[in-house]
């Protein structure tokens, strides 16, 4: 059973810094590519970033240079480094399996950045 779970979201301040984590378990972690993507109160889920199995990376518009997606197969865990937040990244983040691969969503993980 495939199952992919998000965690280290919280609260921050504009131009303050996260790090979320998602942990796979039920694949061969390193053969897949995985995806981060968000979901705003009130929008649709918007793609953020992906990570391919080869270790090549691509992101959104509107996090290019302030986010940073990465792997480490040896622990299974795609991570997502965000700084220089801002308020317009308020959302629940989720991971996925990139393609036809890819399962149910999960519970996410809320990152609200206010002052």
């Known amino acids: 059973q495939v199952q992919l779970v998000e965690s280290g979201g919280g609260l921050v301040q504009p131009g303050g810094s996260l790090r979320l984590s998602c942990v796979a378990s039920?694949?061969?972690?390193?053969?897949?590519?995985l995806e981060w993507y968000r979901q705003a109160p009130g929008k649709q889920r918007e793609w953020v970033a992906i990570?391919?199995?080869?270790?090549?990376?691509n992101y959104a518009g509107s996090v290019q240079g302030r986010f940073t997606v990465t792997r480490d197969n040896a622990k299974n865990t795609m991570y997502l480094q965000m700084n220089s937040l801002k308020p317009e990244d308020t959302a629940v983040y989720y991971c996925?399996?990139?393609?036809?691969?890819?399962?149910?969503w999960g519970q996410g993980t809320q990152v609200t950045v206010s002052s």
């Open positions: 039920g694949i061969i972690f390193s053969t897949y590519s």
């Open positions: 990570v391919f199995n080869s270790g090549s990376t």
């Open positions: 996925n399996i990139f393609g036809s691969s890819r399962v149910g």
